[in-house]
């Protein structure tokens, strides 16, 4: 990290090291700890559980093993009261219909070409299915998305409760060598921690018997206002000097570019309006296609490996502050780039810019592009990484 992006840190961060959970109003609300129930049954017959896992500082997170999804994540706001920050459905039958509301992403989250290399190999991953009869024309892709159709998010992972003041969840995935074109027979464990300090907690681990490749993240739609209305008023910091662009594809095209006086230079706080209405900013949807809005791959300031700041953002209206921290290489900027509103929590539509995603991860297309940061993952170096959303207030 430069001695600019340092004091960069150190200016974003002050604020926060005056506060602690002290500076929430604490809500009544149950003891810390964690505790299961049913949530229904998959269309395959698979049992579902929710648990809900209650901090001392008064996050609330309910977390289903279907997907590794969080469906909820309470934090208090300025006055004390509970704001569920993140976007989602009611239930299960919603999410396994589809989406991605703050789901677990893998075995490769963002972006993977259907070919790609592995310890001098090439795999190939099996290509979509074609699109049913009568559904309109889609363009060709050369690529998997979120993990393609045996996707994590899709999944029912076993789940292993620990109680306590700082109460947590681990889920465990296994997939065989060859699943989804991938090899190497892997176990997956993610564990969510709900800390005193209203930090959420993502440790990532994953072991593989042979070379493999593997990319973890949660996609979380983040919206601090509570999802009542859109982005635009909220203010975004990214420790990023450098970006990866995307071609008229929508995959990386392998330069690494600098974020100066570009649309993608958050390293002082900006207020999402002023960049979204730019007629410069869009998403590539493939084919040439594209929708106003980001989605786009940064990399974190710092060693990487290493805990450190990757983001911050901050709503005037909750006063909720969140910053996250990772070891990760980098993160996805994703602005819920949508056409058509989404029907979501009792009934709410979510529309265009209803939220925010911070996906901490390795760069779409990895294995395809060797001066990008490595997503293989060997016997003798399984993966670990860590991120964190730390949550505050303004004063």
Known sequence: MNIRTFALAAVMLAPLSLMSTDAFAQPAKARPGISGTAWGTTQKGEKVQIFTLTGKGGMVARITNFGAVVVDLFVPDRNGKPVN???????LASYERGGVFSALIGRYANRLSFKFPVAGKIYEQPAPPPPAAGAPAQPPRTYIQHGGANAFH??????????????????????????????????????YTVRADNTIVLDYKGTTDKPTVMNLTNHFYFSLNGGVKNIDDQSLTLFSSRYQPFDANAM??????????????????????ERLSLPEVYQFVGNGNRIMGYDTAFL???????????????????????????????????????????????????GNHWAISLETQKAPDTPNHPNFTSAEVTPDKPLHEVTEYRFSTLH
Do not use: C
């Open 85 to 91: 920050v993140v976007l989602g459905y009611d239930d």
């Open 154 to 191: 899709r999944r029912v992972w076993e789940a292993v409760a620990h109680d306590g003041p700082e109460p947590s969840l681990s889920l465990t995935l296994k997939d065989a060598d060859g699943t989804g074109g991938f090899p190497g027979n892997i176990v997956v464990t993610v564990t």
């Open 300 to 350: 974190t300031d710092g060693v990487v490996g290493q805990l450190r700041p990757a983001a911050r953002l901050d709503d005037p209206d909750t006063g909720i502050v969140m910053v996250t921290f990772t070891t990760q290489p980098g993160l996805e900027l994703y602005t819920q780039n949508i056409a058509a509103p989404v029907r979501g929590k009792g009934g709410a539509m979510y």
């Open 252 to 273: 990386p095209t392998g330069v690494i570019a600098s974020v100066a006086g570009t649309p993608y230079d958050f390293t002082k706080p900006t207020r999402m309006a």
